[in-house]
């Protein structure tokens, strides 16, 4: 009997790990501490490199992306602010596209949602 529990804390262990684990990908940035940008002409690659260099920075990421509707839905990482990151994310755009093109969108994610569900239905 001693032996067969011997393993019991290293079951338990790995079994809270891994919890935190589909916890940790399921997790969504409250839709206040997301920003949304507008980039007219939007392409797929420029979506994806806007969406490496967020990711490399370390400041942020892009949570959703409508290249139709041309919106970009990009949240701050632990540490960043909004602020930062809203900074972060009209630099690095406006590396692929340009600056007159780059537009704060003033919408949460839902709205972003909608107009990209209107945008490909067009």
């Known amino acids: 009997m001693t032996r067969s529990l011997r393993h019991v804390p290293a079951i338990l262990v790995m079994a809270f790990a891994l919890s935190g684990v589909s916890l940790q990908a399921q997790y969504q940035a409250p839709s206040d501490a997301e920003m949304v940008l507008r980039v007219k002409g939007?392409?797929?690659?420029?979506?994806?490199?806007?969406?490496?260099?967020?990711?490399?920075?370390?400041?942020?990421?892009l949570v959703y992306a409508?290249?139709?509707?041309?919106?970009l839905v990009i949240a701050p990482t632990a540490g960043s602010t909004i602020g930062e990151v809203r900074d972060e994310a009209l630099t690095v755009a406006g590396r692929h596209a340009a600056r007159k093109d780059i537009s704060?969108?003033?919408?949460?994610r839902q709205q972003a949602e909608q107009q990209c569900a209107q945008a490909r239905g067009q």
Request: hydrophobic letters at 40%; aromatic letters at 0%.
């Open 66 to 71: 409508c290249v139709p509707a041309g919106i």
């Open 104 to 108: 704060d969108a003033g919408m949460d």
């Open 42 to 61: 939007l392409s797929s690659s420029a979506r994806d490199a806007i969406a490496t260099e967020l990711r490399d920075s370390g400041s942020a990421v």
